[in-house]
């Protein structure tokens, strides 16, 4: 039995090394394309990061897509460095996170978003599942996306005041409790 399981593990770190070289390639062809546009490269725990200017997105996104065979938008989400360590150009940081299913590759591409003025083009045109994420992050952030056909609040009620994951939102929140109807509960069903 030692055996079998022995073999197995080597076969998986076997195709974890040969996914981590597929995905450095495919991050290599991205930075290529890029040039001098490229912010900045990493490599989080055995993912590839790239970080491009934020009015090169649209156009990195779509070419990761058409060029490369990123053929899912897994996830879009945003994150706000106002209280983060270390030093950051901008305020928000928006993050695609994408998948080739083809190679079994996964790519995450962000860019930095200036407080003034959070406004970005949506990804709805190159991915349609980018629908719901970039609504939860108007919602949450109020980082705009022009040319989504539906942004408005997907979470919260549209009349609330505020974007409750920005790090200068009160943790208590702002009494919103207090401005909500109160729906009472209905009796418990009866089973017999």
């Known amino acids: 039995m030692g055996k079998i399981y022995a073999e197995r593990r080597e076969r998986a770190a076997e195709s974890a090394a040969r996914r981590v070289e597929r995905e450095r390639r ?17 490599a989080f725990r055995d993912q590839q990061v ?15 897509k058409n060029a490369l065979g990123f053929d899912q938008l897994t996830d879009v989400t945003a994150y706000d460095t106002l209280k ?3 030093e ?3 305020r928000f940081v928006m993050v695609w996170i994408l998948t080739n299913l083809g190679q079994e590759a996964r790519l995450r591409v962000k860019a930095y978003l200036n407080e003034d003025d959070p406004v970005l083009p949506t990804a709805t045109d190159i991915w349609r599942g ?11 952030y109020g980082i705009e996306f022009t040319g989504h056909y539906n ?21 208590r929140g702002r009494g919103e409790r207090d401005n909500f109807p109160v729906i009472p ?6 089973y017999e």
């Not at 942004?151 to 943790?171: A, Q």
């Open 151 to 171: 942004l408005k609040r997907l979470l919260l009620p549209e009349g609330y005041v505020g974007h409750p994951l920005r790090k200068d939102y009160p943790l």
């Open 26 to 42: 495919l991050a290599d062809a991205v930075c290529a394309w890029l040039g001098k546009d490229l912010v900045k490269r990493e």
């Open 50 to 64: 790239i970080y491009v200017p934020i009015e090169r997105a649209h156009e990195t996104l779509a070419h990761c």
């Open 185 to 190: 509960r209905t009796k418990k069903a009866s």
């Open 130 to 140: 980018a629908d719901w994420p970039e609504r939860e992050v108007y919602d949450m």
């Open 84 to 86: 983060l360590e270390g």
């Open 88 to 90: 950051h150009p901008e």
